[in-house]
């Protein structure tokens, strides 16, 4: 069946009745024999418009650039999606997905932040290397040009930071301004003075067994122990302890039985 323009040329509505098809503006397209297809064809491509009582709500059209546009609102004014050429797709808004993932393909995959199209101002990077895969945070300073490297989790669960690490809770629990081992028995606070509930300029170095410093030229685990602090409060040094300081240097120490045992030492 044949529906042409009034007294004019040209077929406007075309119905395959052998394969069930429909073209509006040309001959039906058949995508597959298992589907029936509705082909829309104009001087720019073709468009579905959505309606309620008469008033647009939303559309789906293509254009010359061979992109598929997806529009909204009374006037169609507003775009929501546009899917190129090439098969990428932008959103004009918040995206959504609730209750489900979103899975990104390829050896090195990114969700980027643009300041504006091509303006690149920070990345999350999912890289692949043999069958590992870290996550990596890509920043830039604005005129810096490419964006680089700021930090990464590996796959092993580590934690790469390139410049400073800054723990700031100035905004929240000063209490929690702390780098915690596991629990809270090990960690280092930020405190002020004596008081560990408010923010200030103290450091504090906990352990709930002893706290222990090493130093050589090796890597940690085959460094030697230089000093000792058990959990009683008793220190241990392993080399000797000296004090330079300009002008007088003093040595507190208040334990009677340590005061007698340096006496006897001195006398010998």
């Given at each position: 069946?044949?529906?042409?323009?009034?007294?004019?040329?040209?077929?406007?509505?075309?119905?395959?009745?052998?394969?069930?098809?429909?073209?509006?503006?040309?001959?039906?397209?058949?995508?597959?024999?298992?589907?029936?297809?509705?082909?829309?064809?104009?001087?720019?491509?073709?468009?579905?418009?959505?309606?309620?009582?008469?008033?647009?709500?939303?559309?789906?059209?293509?254009?010359?650039d061979n992109s598929l546009r997806f529009l909204y609102g009374s006037s169609l004014a507003s775009e929501a999606m546009r899917i190129d050429s090439s098969g990428d797709a932008t959103f004009a808004s918040?995206?959504?997905?609730?209750?489900?993932?979103?899975?990104?393909?390829?050896?090195?995959?990114?969700?980027?932040?643009?300041?504006?199209?091509?303006?690149?101002?920070?990345?999350?990077?999912?890289?692949?290397?043999?069958?590992?895969?870290?996550?990596?945070?890509?920043?830039?300073?604005?005129?810096?040009?490419?964006?680089?490297?700021?930090?990464?989790?590996?796959?092993?669960?580590?934690?790469?930071?390139?410049?400073?690490?800054?723990?700031?809770?100035?905004?929240?629990?000063?209490?929690?301004?702390?780098?915690?081992?596991?629990?809270d028995n090990v960690g280092l606070q930020r405190a002020s003075g004596s008081d560990r509930t408010a923010?200030?300029?103290?450091?504090?170095?906990?352990?709930?067994?002893?706290?222990?410093?090493?130093?050589?030229?090796?890597?940690?685990?085959?460094?030697?122990?230089?000093?000792?602090?058990?959990?009683?409060?008793?220190?241990?040094?392993?080399?000797?302890?000296?004090?330079?300081?300009?002008?007088?240097?003093?040595?507190?120490?208040?334990?009677?039985?340590?005061?007698?045992?340096?006496?006897?030492?001195?006398?010998?």
């Open positions: 069946m044949v529906v042409r323009k009034n007294g004019a040329s040209g077929d406007v509505f075309i119905v395959d009745t052998d394969n069930g098809n429909i073209g509006m503006g040309g001959t039906p397209v058949s995508l597959s024999s298992n589907f029936t297809n509705l082909t829309l064809n104009g001087t720019k491509g073709g468009a579905i418009i959505f309606e309620d009582d008469g008033t647009s709500q939303h559309a789906i059209h293509t254009t010359d918040d995206v959504t997905i609730s209750g489900g993932d979103m899975t990104l393909t390829g050896a090195t995959t990114s969700i980027i932040g643009e300041q504006s199209a091509g303006a690149n101002r920070g990345k999350i990077k999912f890289v692949t290397s043999s069958s590992d895969g870290d996550i990596v945070f890509e920043t830039t300073t604005n005129g810096a040009g490419a964006i680089t490297e700021a930090g990464r989790f590996t796959h092993d669960g580590n934690l790469k930071v390139i410049n400073n690490l800054i723990i700031d809770s100035t905004a929240g629990d000063v209490t929690k301004q702390k780098i915690q081992f596991h629990d923010n200030g300029n103290s450091l504090y170095i906990s352990a709930f067994e002893d706290i222990v410093f090493t130093a050589s030229g090796a890597a940690m685990g085959s460094q030697t122990e230089r000093l000792r602090i058990a959990d009683d409060g008793s220190a241990t040094f392993s080399g000797d302890v000296n004090i330079s300081k300009a002008g007088n240097a003093t040595l507190n120490i208040k334990t009677l039985l340590m005061v007698c045992l340096m006496k006897e030492k001195l006398v010998q």
